[in-house]
């Protein structure tokens, strides 16, 4: 006899299944959505995100239109894909991260009559780029405004750029930070004689992995070694700088790898340099393994990022003052011990999986008991 109670139906959206921040949130969700709801996630393009909706038993539907550069022709596309995605699908919840995908995606969950309409804020897009796609992308979150049910942002930060900028409502708004699991990541023994420095994301903006190397190039010859760790369109430029500024023995590009705990755990310092933030989970997996974070000043990092304790905080842009904070900890393995354990306690206490699971199952119950007892009436309208 089927089940009278079926459990409800949520389909996750974001832009592309590649690499990065918001794939790792979406993957760090999945299994504990997949315990509870019937879940469903589509995404563009290939990456790590199919094998995490794999391994979480979710199904993974490929988008051909929703891609990230502003294309208006192609965007119309792909709204019309995600509207008969979501008609044939019959989601509960559309729940969609990252820029492209929160504005097709709210507008077509609106359009599709879904009742419950979710999107989070890795880092709003108005905020990263400049001249018309930051208008655009200001103006689009703004007209989604009012179709969105719940706004989630990672940061305080966020929360307070949003509802500056009139793209959010502090009554229909939360707050839930990123989050690792930090039991799982092996640690780092801070017992290399170089230290060697360690930077994870992808080579493009508004990471500013140039600045990075310019503050490497400040450190004394020989006093460490540096990975970086991604792939991206700005490769050719970094690597012109590590040629020019003399650091090729010094600083290796290793393109994605798939082990970067194991990476994070044989490194002594973690470096993030970036123009602009939401909260980084490549920070939190640095302080998971026990490093000490060097980063700069933006976004939702000053909530990660306790200067003087958990590593240092230093002005975007700015290669002197980041390579005079580099230098501090690879003079002094103890700064560097102490800064680490800090750091991985901190992560423990505020950044760990089992209450970011806890945070959004509750808000998906208190929306679904919000919208009242479940009917299939809203589906037969959709047909």
Known sequence: MPDATPRPRVLLVITLAEVGGAQSYVAGLLPALAARFDVALAAHGEGPLQEAASSAGVRFIPLRHVRRPIRPWRDLVGLVELSRLLRRERPEI??????????LGRLAAFASRVPIRIFTVH????????????????????????????????????????????????DRTVVIRNAVDV?????????????????????????DFVTLVRGLAALPPGS?????VGEGPDRLTVEAEIETLGLAEHVRLVGERDDIPEQLAAADIFVLCSASEGLPLSALEAMAAGLPVVATDVGGLPEVVVDGETGLLVSPGDAGELGAALSRLVSDRELRRRMGAAGRARAKRLFDLPAFHRAH???????????????????RKWR
């Open 224 to 228: 460490f070694e540096a990975l970086i």
């Open 183 to 207: 039991s799982a990541a092996p640690r780092s023994a801070h017992d290399r004689t170089t230290p060697r420095l360690i930077a994870v994301g992808r080579l493009k903006p508004p990471k």
């Open 94 to 103: 559309l729940h969609a991260s990252s820029s492209k995908a929160g504005v």
């Open 361 to 379: 199952i509750e808000l998906y119950d208190t929306e679904l008991a919000r919208r009242g007892p479940r009917t299939s009436a809203p589906y």
């Open 123 to 170: 880092g709003w897009a108005f905020a990263a780029y400049s001249g018309l796609p930051s208008m655009l992308y200001r103006w689009a979150d703004r007209l989604m405004l009012p179709l969105t049910t719940v706004t989630i942002c990672v940061s305080e930060n966020e929360l307070s750029v949003g509802l500056d900028a009139g793209t959010c409502r502090v």
